[in-house]
């Protein structure tokens, strides 16, 4: 197949440096990571023609391995590309809360758990413990099931908070139907936990429900 025109391929990046990444769409800020690797067409083609093919950027980098390698022009480099932007999206986002420092904003909790969970075939149920001051002690990935839900034990949310003396707690779970609406059962297991940690004097400070691009706090409905 004929090289691409060298001006049109290195068009995104000319206007990356130019304007700053904001200014690029999807498909050409998917194109300059894909300009080099397999050579099999150009890259603003190629990256057009994967969005429009799975529905979108995100869905395309969430896709599994085996079904983009069956794509024309994706060679191991290019695979490798896109199997590792979710993962260094969601490490960036979790630096957003990293251990020792205070919690600056609900929003930072929620792109944290966002980037944690958001995408997770089966439901995870996790807890942000904090010190007094509401700076972040540990994160710990309590308890996984499946997508119909998880089993969840009030006695390991209270051993953990223990172990690391925390003062507060934010618990979090997914649901993978996208969702983030609490069922009975969430409303159910917060005020368990809830009870179990305020024989201990421990806050229950909410529990956010991660759903696709939403997050529902139990706290704001008045559920904590």
Do not use: W
């Not at 691409?4 to 769409?25: C, F, I, Q, V, Y």
């Not at 990256?47 to 390698?69: M, N, P, V, W, Y």
């Not at 909410?206 to 008045?222: F, K, N």
């Amino acid at each position: 197949m004929p090289s691409a025109n060298p001006g049109t391929e290195n068009a995104p990046r000319r206007k990356l440096r130019k304007a700053g990444a904001a200014t690029l769409s999807e498909t050409e800020l998917l194109a300059v990571l894909l300009q080099r690797g397999h050579d099999a067409g150009p890259a603003m083609d190629l990256s057009d023609r994967l969005i429009t093919r799975f529905g979108g950027l995100r869905r395309l980098l969430h896709t599994e391995h085996s079904f983009l390698a069956a794509e024309p022009g994706l060679g191991d480099v290019r695979l490798c590309i896109l199997k590792a932007i979710p993962e260094l999206a969601r490490r960036y986002y979790e630096q957003s809360l990293p251990i020792g420092h205070a919690i600056r904003s609900p929003a930072d909790t929620e792109a944290f758990l966002m980037a944690r969970l958001r995408d997770l075939p089966h439901e995870l149920f996790c807890c942000l413990y904090l010190d007094n001051r509401h700076r972040v002690l540990a994160f710990e990935e309590l308890f996984r099931g499946t997508i119909d839900g998880t089993s969840v034990y009030p006695r390991e949310v209270v051993k953990q908070a223990l172990k690391v003396n925390a003062a507060a707690i934010i618990l979090a779970h997914n649901h993978p139907s996208g969702i983030a609406e609490p069922s009975q059962a969430d409303e159910r297991i917060t005020r368990r936990v809830k009870s179990a940690l305020e024989l201990l004097d421990i806050r229950l400070l909410d529990h956010l429900v991660i759903g696709d691009g939403t997050c529902t706090s139990l706290a704001s409905r008045g559920l904590i």
